[in-house]
């Protein structure tokens, strides 16, 4: 059964940093897939610098486009809003249960707020975490330190945020390094952000 890592995220837009870490877990754990789960925008939050989730999930298939080892999927757009990741889990279960394993990736960030998540015993019961390195912030719960499904994987440390690529695109600041060149390409041409 192919073992597949869900990397989710509004991807507004997906950068450099997103595909350095994704491709890691595919390449150096024994992760066999990354899959980037385009996080919908939520009705209930029309953030206007949020683009349209057809536009994301476009950005993300121009940057994986090259890595056969990373999928970009669009399960999320069609489930009730506000989503939480179990209802997510379930979904993906009654796809695809019977050919994968599912396994989530997160940031040392998100980990550290993972015991607030809605059923977060369960997931921890029934998935794998990937963690990946972020820096400074606030302790990990001691429940969760330790963890025998919790596998911290030595990824590089990115510290590049959608936010600041978005905010400095609108000051007219090059910004083009910081992002695979399809996602460049298409978000000049669609006049993103700007």
């Known amino acids: 059964m192919k073992k597949i890592g869900l990397f989710f995220g509004t991807f507004n837009p997906i950068h450099i940093g997103h595909l350095v870490i ?3 877990m595919a390449e150096f754990s024994d992760l066999e ?3 980037l789960v385009v ?3 939520s009705p209930f939050k029309a953030k206007k610098s ?3 989730n057809h536009h994301r999930y476009q950005l993300v298939y121009e940057a994986i486009r090259d ?3 990373l999928k970009v999927s669009d399960i ?3 489930l009730t809003q506000p989503n939480y990741t179990v209802n997510t ?3 993906l279960e009654e796809k695809y249960g019977n050919e994968y394993r599912f396994a989530l990736l997160m940031g040392e960030d998100n980990l550290k707020g993972f015991h607030k998540w809605k059923n977060y ?3 921890l019961a029934n998935y794998e975490l990937y963690v990946y390195p972020r820096i400074g912030g606030d302790e990990v719960p001691r429940t969760l330190k330790d963890h025998e499904a919790i596998h911290r994987v030595p990824a590089p440390i990115m510290e590049i945020s959608s936010t600041f690529i978005r905010k400095q695109h609108r000051a007219g600041k090059n910004i083009r390094a910081m992002l695979p060149d399809a996602v460049w390409k298409y978000m000049d041409e669609m006049n993103f952000y700007r």
């Open 22 to 24: 994704a491709n890691y």
């Open 67 to 69: 890595y056969p080892k």
């Open 33 to 35: 897939e990354v899959w």
């Open 76 to 78: 999320e757009f069609n």
């Open 39 to 41: 996080t919908p925008r």
């Open 50 to 52: 949020l683009l349209d």
């Open 121 to 123: 015993e369960v997931i």
């Open 89 to 91: 889990l379930v979904q």
